[in-house]
């Protein structure tokens, strides 16, 4: 059974910074590549950053040079250190492993940026 589990969410003050985790099981990890999502209210879901499996980034244009994404495929975890927070940063973050045409999703971990 696949499992991403998602924790680090909260609530944070603007220019504040969260460091998000994802753990897998029932998966290969170092295989997959691993990407964080976000869905704000009433917006689609989006892709924040995205790491392969030989560890290539890249970044939604509006995270670039606040956001960090890496993984230790020897912990089976793919992180997120989001720095310099914004309001608009607000959104329920998902965890995303694929490989091929294959996909999952974590739960998800809610981010609120609010002073």
């Known amino acids: 059974q696949v499992q991403l589990v998602e924790s680090g969410g909260g609530l944070v003050q603007p220019g504040g910074s969260l460091r998000l985790s994802c753990a897998a099981s029932g998966i290969i990890f170092s295989v997959n590549n691993m990407a964080w999502y976000r869905q704000a209210p009433g917006k689609q879901r989006e892709l924040v950053a995205r790491?392969?499996?030989?560890?290539?980034?890249n970044y939604a244009d509006s995270v670039k040079g606040r956001f960090t994404i890496s993984r230790d495929n020897a912990k089976n975890t793919v992180y997120l250190q989001m720095n310099s927070l914004k309001s608009e940063d607000t959104a329920a973050y998902y965890c995303?492993?694929?490989?091929?045409?294959?996909?999952?999703w974590g739960q998800g971990t809610q981010v609120t940026v609010s002073s």
């Open positions: 790491i392969s499996n030989v560890y290539s980034t």
């Open positions: 995303n492993a694929g490989l091929g045409g294959t996909t999952y």
